[in-house]
């Protein structure tokens, strides 16, 4: 995913309301901008790091600056951190049909956003092989952890349930369920859920991995000029 032009550089004062964050350009100017992360941001929102945001050609944006990029502290030194929850979703994308994901066919037709599931969910990414092939697709940067290993959710996530219940049903129906986290983060080594912060989610990921959902872990390469999948990375699912 390549960046046209690449993100400026910043220094992040604060994070608040959610979508919101306070940064100092690099001619010293203090402004407003997007943080499209609704999560808890746990880690990833130091005062006083450095960071990078886009600039958006529309005139019309209240806020045309959004936050893009963090770095953080990590187990072997700072990492740069991409924070943008939809980020993702066209990563993965650009990475399967790429060849990257190897556990994912390149040549596949592939739809977007496709309803599907008793809970009327849209599943991330369709892919129409002989038994279709249905990718949900998360985005984890949480490492608080000595060994490296990154971990999700960062909160209570009730959305995330759901998906793990929608997945079953597709494992259940005989299709192929595919949970992909895609790590925005170069220095993380594995990936566990984090028990501590939701324990359903962990039991409800371990419980669907019995079921028959595969669960993917791919790390990327972080940089002001572009984001791009790179390495699979284990996920642990035992209890730590």
């Given amino acids: 995913m390549q960046f046209d032009p690449i993100f400026e550089p910043a220094t992040l004062l604060r994070r608040y309301k959610r979508f919101l964050a306070d940064v100092v350009l690099s001619d ?3 402004t ?27 005139k019309n944006r209240k806020l045309p600056l959004t936050l893009e990029i963090v ?21 993965a994308v650009e990475a399967i049909t790429s060849g990257l994901i190897a556990e994912l066919p390149s040549d596949a037709p592939l739809r977007r956003e496709v309803r599907y599931g008793e809970e009327k969910s849209r599943i991330d990414i369709l892919l129409e092989t002989p038994n279709p092939t249905y990718v949900e697709v998360k985005n984890c940067h949480l490492l608080r952890r000595d060994d490296g290993v990154t971990e999700f959710p960062d909160c209570v996530t009730a959305r995330g349930l759901k998906h793990l219940r929608e997945l079953m049903g597709v494992a259940a129906a005989g299709n192929r369920a595919v949970l992909l ?20 989610y962990g039991k409800g990921l371990r419980t669907a991995a019995e079921a028959g959902v595969e669960i993917l872990a791919y790390r990327c390469a972080i940089a002001p000029e572009a984001i791009t999948v790179r390495t699979a990375i284990p996920v642990k699912l035992t209890e730590m």
Avoid: K, Y
Wanted: glycine letters at 10%.
């Fill in 28 to 30: 010293g100017t203090e």
């Fill in 71 to 91: 770095e953080c502290p990590g187990p072997t030194g700072p990492a740069l951190v991409g924070i943008t929850t939809n980020t993702p979703n066209t990563l």
């Fill in 181 to 200: 986290f895609i790590v925005q983060r170069e220095d993380a080594v594995a990936l566990a859920p984090a028990d501590d912060l939701d324990p359903a």
């Fill in 32 to 58: 407003t901008v997007h943080c499209p992360n609704p999560g808890a941001m746990l880690g990833v929102a130091p005062e006083g790091a450095r960071c990078w945001v886009s600039r958006s050609p529309n």
